[in-house]
T-cell receptor, first 112, second 110 residues
Framework: NAGVTQTPKFQVLKTGQSMTLQCAQDMNHEYMSWYRQDPGMGLRLIHYSVGAGITDQGEVPNGYNVSRSTTEDFPLRLLSAAPSQTSVYFC???????????FGPGTRLLVL | QQQVKQSPQSLIVQKGGISIINCAYENTAFDYFPWYQQFPGKGPALLIAIRPDVSEKKEGRFTISFNKSAKQFSLHIMDSQPGDSATYFCAANNFNKFYFGSGTKLNVKP
């Protein structure tokens, strides 16, 4: 099993550009989530999904969109990148909400 | 406003000592409290977790102590080793939403 994979590993964007961060898991997990990690802030939940076709907002959803068309994939879209979105983004999956979450290796995003 | 408050921000412990990290919360609806370990450049990994109906859980050298009335929980690392040097995060879950503490950077001196 590859576990949770994320692409790209690193990305530089200009303000106003859009992009999609990819996340995939091969463990047949129903629950998937996106976090951003900033120094001194811990991880903050952006969006999450409890199954294909179902998504919901987390703590810091503004500026981000998600969709879940398959169990395996959970992409995160930045509609119009801002410098405040410079961060490290982690995707995670688990069998359910209150289960062991497996995190991907992260995507480091720099918005200029 | 941070839903889970974690302290200390950093911690230096001698090899063989006990590392203690504390977390506090306000929302009594939280029903699952995991601790994660993160090494530089890696994603967090689950270390140990507890439900609020249990006051203590031990797995090897790692113990969670949970005080429901005080709304506090803590991670104890016994016989700390240099390989334990990492950043530790507490978290709390309410209806599929996880809230993380700000992290504690642990440095175990040989």
């Amino acid at each position: 099993n590859a576990g949770v994979t994320q692409t790209p590993k690193f990305q530089v964007l200009k303000t106003g550009q859009s992009m999609t961060l990819q996340c995939a898991q091969d463990m047949n997990h129903e629950y998937m989530s996106w976090y951003r990690q900033d120094p001194g802030m811990g991880l903050r939940l952006i969006h999450y999904s409890v199954g294909a076709g179902i998504t919901d907002q987390g703590e810091v959803p503004n500026g981000y969109n998600v969709s879940r068309s398959t169990t395996e994939d959970f992409p995160l879209r930045l509609l119009s990148a801002a410098p405040s979105q410079t961060s490290v983004y982690f995707c995670a999956s688990s069998r359910g909400g209150i289960e062991t979450q497996y995190f991907g290796p992260g995507t480091r995003l720099l918005v200029l | 406003q941070q839903q889970v408050k974690q302290s200390p921000q950093s911690l230096i412990v001698q090899k063989g000592g006990i590392s203690i990290i504390n977390c506090a919360y306000e929302n009594t609806a939280f029903d699952y409290f995991p601790w994660y370990q993160q090494f530089p450049g890696k994603g967090p990994a689950l270390l140990i977790a507890i439900r609020p109906d249990v006051s203590e859980k031990k797995e090897g050298r790692f113990t969670i102590s949970f005080n429901k009335s005080a709304k506090q929980f803590s991670l104890h690392i016994m016989d700390s080793q240099p390989g334990d040097s990492a950043t530790y995060f507490c978290a709390a879950n309410n209806f599929n939403k996880f809230y993380f503490g700000s992290g504690t950077k642990l440095n175990v001196k040989p």
